[in-house]
């Protein structure tokens, strides 16, 4: 039952309940209820009373008189005597029978009058206080209160209309009467649609179109749009002088806890919009009538409505989505039969461009700023180019939105003039609360006084600001708050992390500068780091397809040449840190099954509600390198896949959804031609001659090419931007190669501090053991855990190493590795023999 009292009602009882304890009494009686009823104040109870001259101190006073105080132990839960309940249940009745469908004090107040045997009547009768005045004045009341609320709610067809559809007003709100009062937004294009619509609604019989369109295409705006022409009289004669009342589903089935209310509740609705002809209903997510309101045995909203929808007693207008569409309504054909769809297409860039600019006036209103016409045309653009799991005009609308509270906040801070003083007052709070901890009063009275000099500067100063906008945005001054273009860019960069705005010229310069900035971590392969750096400057100024990832390329190479660093380089450079990678190795798709782990395992199958490792990890980022490791051992189903993502830039999960690639950069990398690389060079794993390197480059590329298209079908390879074959190390890369790798180990034993130096014969023994043309730079990287690492581990848990040491890495006469420390003392190093070059 509570849940149907009104706040006001609610605080009635909690009122009698703090009585009962006042009062030492262990329950709540009918004069505790009257006591609360006085108590609340402002409800038409209370204001009834007092207009009898009833005052809460008087009502104390004879109800301590009747029965006392008690013992003063009051437990926690206070029950209800039953009369006090009979009060609640009379209040019930007397809300049904005023056909209310809720409890409020005015009820409380008449359920005491009828139970008129408590307490709470003998102190009434004390009092003076006739029951029968009182009731007669608590209906008055409630009338002129509803009378009230019909003319706000009825408008220009004064409290008649409301009288005559209180269900259907209670429920639901008048739209018509919003467009009347100028509170709808203006409704953009769509003509089409509402002409379709308004003819729908000119049938004899099924007159009840149904809006369908994907979420934030304007559905509900075409409704709107609609209630406008009728309160502007711009209709048919059919639709002359009707009501668009949108219907609140969920406020309909709130509160009916017992079966059969909502039922009664739906029929009546039914029966006010048939008795008064004008009216349309508007049905916004329409499927939630199906299974609305239904229990064991009783009929859903759905099923009650269908005669009506169908003989076409009552003219509904529906939205909802593709989806919920086709889930709940396809489903029920006698309930699809009765509605005529109407399709919503999403509106194209153009059409957003307009619905912005007449949307314009209500966001600058709102903001209290203006809108420069480039931000909405940026707003449109940038929502549909990177903003892919949304529609227009919704996430166009919400970028414009969001970008003039951005703004308006930032004009909102502080004046730069203000900030300095703000600083100071702050350090002069914490020095004041200083000096009053230890009691220096004087000293705490003098920066008092500066506190209250530099509050005024400040308030002064903010002041003559905001007078200064204010007087802008009056004169229409253009100098005002306003957002640009680069405001629209910065959201949509916060939204998905895709920087959108223009090249700064330190951007640029550093674009310029990527092919040094990737060869401080690649040594080599020039070919491969000036084709990438090419494709991260077409795309970064807006020349690439944009319908098409970034780039697409293969890298082709045997082992250990810097394939996957130069793809860590190039996710740290572009898109800021080496996380922003999504790696895969393909090794793990060889098998057919294993392909749905991209995309998702299809409906009904284990791990359907997880997503695909590769569209979850792209839809979650959409900015990022998507690097397919040792591709030539995915499976080859794996390739048509791939086909769509390199050509449009798309592709579909299980789910339905269309994940967006086209702000990805999508790397390969394959030793497919790794053998033909190694016989270019010469044989046997012997190194290019440096004379005729470049001509040999040349034959190497061809034969790679060869190999690939031998691999990999032409549809595939047609579509990739670049085949990148990466050359062969030779020994002066690979010394360069070793030197980045110390200075890595340098800079782990600097954290300990132990500082480190290799002579220049430690350095070529570590690149002649470590080089080998067939395995690239790993061997190396073997060849200083053996060398290096290995031998300094052993010497630091000896204790001959410790933290604050110095030590140089040689190698002596007899060829052995050898330690030198700070002190000069020679450490000899662990046994270093290893296998041969490249082996280890």
Partial sequence: MFERFTEKAIKVVMLAQEEARRLGHNFVGTEQIMLGLIGEGTGIAAKV???????LKEARIEVEKIIGRGSGFVAVEIPFTPRAKRVLELALEEARQLGHNYIGTEHLLLGLLREGEGVAARVLENLDADPAKIRSQVIRMVGETQ??????????????????????????SDLTKKAEEGKLDPCIGRANEIVRVTQILGRRTKNNPCLIGEPGVGKSAIAEGLAQKIAANDVPDTLDSKRMMTLDMGLLVAGTKYRGEFEERLKKLMDEVKSDENIILFIDEVHTLIGAGAAEGAIDAANILKPALARGELQCIGATTIDEYRKHIEKDPALERRFQPVQVPEPSVDETIQILRGLRERYELHHKLKYDDDALIAAAKFSSQYISDRFLPDKAIDLIDEAGSRVRLENAALPEEAKELDKELKALMKEKDT?????????????????????????????RKQEENKAKAESGDASGPTVVEQDIADIVAAWTGIPVDKVSSDEGTRLMDMEETLHKRLVGQEEAVVACARAIRRARTGLKNPNRPVASFIFSGPTGVGKSELAKSLSAFYFGSEEAMVRLDMSEFMERHTVSKLIGSPPGYVGYSEGGQLTEAVRRRPYTLVLFDEIEKAHPDVFNMMLQILEDGRLTDSKGRVIDFKNTLIIMTSNVGASAIEKGG??????????????????????VMEDLKNYFRPEFLNRLDEIIVFRQLNKQEVREIAYIMLENVFKRLKEKEIVLE??????DRLVDEGFSPAYGARPLRRAIMRLLEDNLSEKMLTGEISEGSSCIMDVNAEGEITVLTGDGRELKAGSAIGGPAGIA
């Fill in 435 to 463: 000096a009053i901890r230890s009691q220096d009063f004087e000293a705490a009275g003098g920066l008092r006084d500066r506190e209250v000099e530099l509050r005024a500067q400040i308030k002064q100063i903010t002041e």
């Fill in 49 to 55: 009373l007092k207009s009898m001259g009833i005052s």
């Fill in 147 to 172: 009378e009230a609320v019909g003319a706000g709610a009825g408008g220009g067809q004064g409290a008649q209309s409301g009288s005559k559809t209180p269900t259907l007003e209670e429920f639901g």
């Fill in 682 to 703: 010469g044989g046997l794993g012997f190194q290019l001659d440096d004379n005729a390197e470049d001509q040999s480059y040349n034959r190497i590329k061809s034969l």
């Fill in 758 to 763: 290799c002579t220049e014969r430690f350095k």
